[in-house]
């Protein structure tokens, strides 16, 4: 089976576009490597019982932070502003709520929090928490969903174009979710750093760092990051929600996104990583694909600076990706790939799962241990962990959403 995989990688290779530059598809060249432990401290000794994950999570957190993502500030005190309640949207299926979460004091930067709370099922509900590459108003063609006014606007910096509403309707099957007794919360992710190389000016990091970074200091994906946890404390305190019962979930540098909020916040109780690639789920030492430093060129406002050391330099990180992964454990973790998302290494995205697996295990679950990839759209889950490829291209489409939704119904 990897073998037939692989021939279809090789065969689908020969169809990317020129843009990959120089990028590797072929599974014969990646390079030999030996994975980090995460069952091993800094100092050399080994993690034998559960007990002592405690401390060697914080190890593990602690050098991801320095190295890779970035510091990112403490919660701050939050102020909620309800915009807009709308009793009967989507045909009766759901109340639609619109909420400004300030972010800073000054009460200047704020989010847009979009929430849909179902009808049916129970109260207060669960709810899949994801930031949104297109406006809250381009994931439904919902009229009442608001557009963003002057100051969200200026906060996007110079580079923003406003989306089509209903623009990204696939990737957000409200009315499919809803009705399996889901909530759902989206923000636009501009709202908290806009994604832009130039755009550090306009968004929330400027503000806690005071125009000032340091190699440390946090990249945008820890921004966005951060800014769930902040739509997190919003929906602990709302009473139509169960804040305990909250799956984060992203899309591609949602997903990265997605992984690093769950490792970072405990209170996520389940982690959704769809197509996350480089720097997210995929192991970085196979650099299949989209490579390190091809991310940090591209993307040098993602990460932190200290990252850029690891460009072309895999070798001599202090961590691989698996251990994102362990960091959630023993929360259930869903990784998910697309057959021809090369560039996002479905192979290394689920050997991520394989080599977290240990730690998992250690905590008392189970999780994937065959290294043998999985075939297309034969979802899978062991123990606390789930996996699929979905036929086709880069994407979060219904597919993924009833894996997900499935995923969930397990363990919410
Ligand atoms: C680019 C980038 C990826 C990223 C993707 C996306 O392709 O290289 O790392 O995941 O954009 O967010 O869609």
Redesign the pocket.
């Known amino acids: 089976m990897v073998k037939m995989f692989l021939a279809g990688l090789l065969s689908l290779a020969t169809l990317l576009p020129a843009f990959a530059d120089g990028a590797n598809y072929d599974e014969s060249k990646v390079p030999a490597y030996t994975l980090p432990d995460p069952l091993v401290f800094d100092n050399g000794k080994p993690v034998r019982k559960a007990r002592q994950w405690k401390k060697r999570r914080a190890e593990l957190l602690e050098t991801f932070r320095a190295e890779m993502f970035g510091r990112e500030p403490a919660a701050p005190r939050l102020r909620y502003e309800l915009l807009k309640v709308v009793p009967d949207a989507l045909g009766g299926l759901a109340t639609m709520k619109e909420v400004k979460v300030l972010l800073e004091p000054s009460g200047e930067h704020y989010m847009v929090l979009l929430l849909f709370v179902p009808h049916a099922g129970k109260s207060p509900a669960p709810a899949f928490l994801g930031l949104n590459v297109c406006n809250n108003h381009g994931t439904t063609s919902l009229e009442e969903v608001s557009l963003p006014d002057s100051l969200q606007v200026l906060h996007y910096g110079p580079y923003y174009k406003r989306m089509e509403r209903g623009e990204q309707t696939r990737r957000w099957p409200y009315e499919y979710i809803l009705s399996q007794g889901y909530a759902c919360c989206t923000v636009f992710m501009d709202d908290i750093e806009p994604d832009e190389r130039d755009s550090y000016d306009f968004g929330i990091r400027t503000v806690y760092d005071q125009g000032k970074p340091r190699a440390d200091s946090w990249g945008a994906v820890s921004a966005w990051a951060w800014g769930l946890s902040r739509a997190l404390d919003y929906l602990a305190a709302d009473p139509d929600v169960d804040a305990a019962r909250v799956a984060v979930h992203g899309h ?2 949602l997903g ?1 996104t997605a992984l690093w909020a769950g490792a970072v916040d405990e209170r996520f109780a389940l982690v959704i990583a769809n197509d ?3 720097s ?1 789920a995929a192991l970085s030492r196979r650099a299949f694909g ?1 490579t390190l430093s091809r ?1 940090n060129r ?2 040098p406002y993602w990460f932190c600076d200290n990252y850029k050391r690891y460009s072309d330099n895999e070798a001599s990180l202090p961590f691989d990706q698996h251990e994102l992964i362990a960091l959630i454990a023993p929360r259930p973790v869903y990784v998910a790939s697309a057959s021809e998302d090369l ?2 290494d479905p192979y290394g995205e689920y050997l991520s799962l394989v080599h977290a697996t240990p730690v998992y295990r250690l905590l008392g679950y189970d999780g994937f241990s065959s290294l043998e990839m999985p075939e297309i759209e034969v979802p899978k889950v062991q123990g606390r962990m789930g996996h699929h490829i979905r036929n086709g291209k ?1 994407d979060m489409q219904l597919y993924d959403w009833q894996q997900y939704v499935a995923f969930a119904n397990r363990f919410l």
């Open positions: 591609s540098r990265k996350s690639g480089c997210g989209e991310l591209v993307f560039w996002a880069h």
